[in-house]
């Protein structure tokens, strides 16, 4: 599947960004800008069952084939966001970008109830800018419009497809294709201390941005910004 792709900037560099699930490429204003300032070129996407993206078959393989099938190899860094960076995992030895940084990513995403599904339906058809301020005290009103605007542009049958084959799966990589950062918030539910242990045994570099939750980009953009010094 060709996934919808958004390029900006004309740097001779190139950063690729990958959104997790229920976002779209919106997620990533913030970081674009500032990575647009640094004179750099930047590709993003939707992913399947996102934004722009076609809808449907949703899989492991499907999740790794759209970005080799959709995004520039050979970029010089690559970004991958919660499932996006299990998205980039599964892709990273076809796209090979000299380097992976995986923000929050759900190798080890919990285990959901069976009527995860439903409750998070009733999350889409309910949630307002009010709703998502209220859970994300951290983020701008940027960040909480473009949310909004994500939910409205995703499809929920995703979701089902994260609860039954990422969450209680272990997908932690055998180690790392490229050189690679892990890039968790202190308070994260997807890399626990163990995992990020067991990550830093199997090669990749694990930094913390304290303080931070899930979306580590949005609660606290100068933290991962610094975070990411001597990767970009």
Not at 46 to 68: F, K
């Amino acid at each position: 599947m060709r996934l919808e792709t958004y390029t900006s900037g004309t740097g001779d560099r190139t950063v690729l960004l990958v959104h997790g699930s229920t976002a779209t490429h919106e997620t990533w204003h913030a970081v674009e800008a500032e990575l647009l300032r640094r004179g750099l070129r930047v590709v993003t996407v939707d992913l399947r069952g996102h934004g722009r993206s076609p809808r449907g078959d949703y899989s492991l393989q499907a999740l790794g084939d759209d970005l080799a099938d959709s995004l520039p190899a050979g970029a010089d860094l690559a970004i991958g966001h919660s499932v996006g960076g299990v998205a980039l995992s599964l892709a990273v030895e076809r796209l090979r970008p000299a380097r992976a940084v995986y923000v929050d990513p759900s190798f080890r995403l919990p285990p959901m109830h069976a009527d995860a599904g439903q409750r998070m339906r009733q999350v889409f058809a309910t949630a307002d800018a009010a709703h998502v301020r209220q859970r994300n005290p951290r983020w701008t009103d940027d960040d909480v419009e473009r949310e909004v605007r994500g939910f409205a542009a995703f499809d929920p049958e995703f979701f089902d497809f994260v609860a039954a084959e990422i969450a209680g799966r272990d997908l932690l990589p055998a180690g790392p294709v490229v050189p690679s950062l892990v890039l968790r918030g202190e308070n994260s539910i997807t890399v626990t201390p163990q995992a990020a242990r067991e990550l830093a045994d199997r090669g990749f570099t694990v930094r913390v941005v304290g303080g931070a939750g899930h979306c580590v980009h949005r609660d606290d953009l100068p933290g991962f910004l610094a975070a990411l010094e001597g990767w970009l």
